[in-house]
């Protein structure tokens, strides 16, 4: 038997890895050439692979690593070395891969075992139980449920500090002149030095920049990560969590997603460090609590809706939206300054924190009308953590509210909200209050334009009533002018004039 140990599954304490058992790991470059992915995060998987090739070696493990164009390609060098092989793998979180993974080898005339992924804090069979037959699902109720199942942040029955939710205590803006805590930076070593070089002339149509490369490659670089977030940066993570301030990438964020999802870091490990903070009184309340949502929460939920909305939720599109993106999400180069920060935050890092990336990229894309499928593939291949089950629930079902199987309304909101949640409005040539005419606000007419059009799907829909009584105060002429200035930020969006 051996454990076949895929790029996203790092993690030495996972259940296969516990045996004697010899280890393959096969690094398939052609992955990289079906977009034109951000080179940190062909570099951070490449990277991340070698340096656990090279852990698991001096731990005294036998490992064949085999370098190939595809996954065929490098099993086929495989099962001539060892032919009829049974090997083993957790079985991956993405759509059909496992299935996919097994006609590979079968093909070769080897087995293939799939196993529990146990890179997760929950398993298919906590959350099936939980939602029964329902094919739309709520995160609220999803992550009332975790937290009781699993004890963390639990008073015994009832929810550490009284309530299950602080949202309300996590949209403080900074004040002026606040400046996060420096984000801590990995300087690569030789190993990853050596992956950026051939990722350079491998991809030469990769978007995004190579460098600064600061992420973690190693489990030990993971969990250093891990300590400085929760030392450092944790107690403003909770009050800042929704703010945006122009200048600042990470604001306090914890940088974690792409060492989780790699495997370098276990969930668990990151919601037990933050519980203990807090029970140690090292960080309030809206802090720990904040984090342990987004982990054991939405991390574990958009994971089962995904596994269960699949294959439907990648093609949705229930707004039937059709625009292609706007220049300025491969260029940066936009008037809007919260577009241009955020969009230049990934091309930059392949990384932009959760507001950027909810409330102003997805947001944008949304009132623009971009077909959700091409917004996914965007996410998908601009950020240094996207996997298709993470990044595909995210953007299509949450930014582009392509479907309901997640939330009942859509994340679309006007310039007002990056107004309130920033300080980008007051740099930015665009007038954050006006909605028609010259240098009115992009999003506003843009968000009008996007409630009248689809009206007849989001009228019933239930919190929507506030907002369609603000529609319905406004006169034709009013709504012609929305609809001519949206159709001119469009064709600027088309034309890179925005
Ligand atoms: P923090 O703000 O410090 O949050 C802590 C951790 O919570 C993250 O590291 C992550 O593991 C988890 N988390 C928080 N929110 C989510 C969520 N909605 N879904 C899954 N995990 C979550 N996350 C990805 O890992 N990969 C993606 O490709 C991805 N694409 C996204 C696209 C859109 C449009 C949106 C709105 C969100 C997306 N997210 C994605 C979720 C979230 O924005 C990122 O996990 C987070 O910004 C990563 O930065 P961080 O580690 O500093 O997070």
């Known amino acids: 038997m051996t454990v076949w140990v895929l790029g996203d599954q790092l993690d030495p304490s996972a259940a296969p890895l516990q045996s004697d058992d010899r280890v393959l790991m096969i690094e398939a470059h052609g992955f990289g050439d079906r977009l034109p992915y951000h080179p940190q995060k062909l570099a951070l998987v490449f990277s991340a692979m070698r340096h656990f090739r090279d852990d698991l070696r001096e731990r005294g493990s036998e490992v064949t690593y085999v370098e190939a164009e595809t996954f065929g390609e490098g099993l086929d060098r495989y099962f001539d070395a060892a032919p009829g092989d049974d090997l083993v793998v957790m079985d991956p979180p993405s759509h059909g891969a496992g299935e996919r993974l097994r006609e590979l080898v079968a093909a070769r005339g080897g087995s293939l075992t799939l196993v529990e992924n146990d890179l997760f804090l929950t398993t298919p069979a906590d959350f099936d139980d939980w939602a029964g037959d329902a094919d739309t699902y709520r995160q609220e109720h999803w992550y009332r449920h975790a937290r009781r199942e699993t004890g963390v942040l639990m008073d015994g029955d009832d929810p550490a500090g009284g309530e299950w939710n602080y949202d309300d205590h996590n949209r403080e803006t900074p004040p002026e002149g606040w400046t996060p805590p420096e984000a801590p930076r990995f300087e690569p070593d030789e190993t990853t030095r050596e992956v950026i070089e051939f990722v350079r002339e491998r991809y030469p149509d990769a978007w995004g920049s190579p460098e ?17 977030f929760v030392e450092v940066r944790l107690p403003e993570f909770g009050p800042y969590q929704d703010a945006m301030v122009d200048g600042e990438w990470a604001l306090c964020h914890s940088l974690l997603s792409a060492a989780i999802n790699l495997g370098l870091l276990h969930p668990r490990e990151a919601v037990e460090a933050v519980e203990e903070a807090y029970e140690a009184g090292d960080a309030p309340i809206n802090s720990a609590e904040g984090f342990v949502r987004q982990v054991l929460g939405w991390r574990e939920f958009v994971r089962h809706v995904y596994r269960r909305s699949m294959p439907e939720l990648a093609a949705a599109n229930q707004l039937d939206q059709t625009e292609s993106l706007p220049e300025a999400y491969w260029t940066a180069e936009t008037d809007m300054r919260c577009l241009s920060e955020a969009v230049g935050h990934v091309r930059d890092r392949g990384y932009a924190h959760h507001i950027e990336r909810l409330m102003v990229l997805s947001n944008f894309a949304l009132v623009y009308g971009v077909d959700p499928a091409e917004l996914d593939r965007w996410f998908h291949l601009g950020f240094v953590d996207a996997y298709h089950w993470v990044t595909t629930p995210n953007v299509v079902a949450m930014g582009s509210f392509a479907t309901d199987v997640l939330s009942s309304k859509p994340y679309a909101s006007s310039g007002n909200y990056v107004n309130e949640m920033s300080d980008y409005c007051s740099s930015c040539p665009y007038a954050v209050s006006k909605t028609t005419g010259e240098n009115a606000c992009p999003f506003n007419a843009l968000y009008w334009d996007f409630l009248k059009e689809n009206e007849e799907r989001l009228r019933g829909t239930g919190r929507m009533g506030l907002m ?15 609809r001519a ?11 890179g004039t925005l």
């Open 468 to 482: 369609y009584s603000h529609v319905d105060r406004k006169d034709d002429e009013e709504w012609d002018a929305i």
């Open 485 to 495: 200035r949206a159709d001119e930020i469009r064709r600027m969006g088309r034309a």
């Open 212 to 228: 600064p490369f600061v992420w973690p490659v190693t489990r030990e670089a993971a969990r250093q990560a891990l300590s400085h």
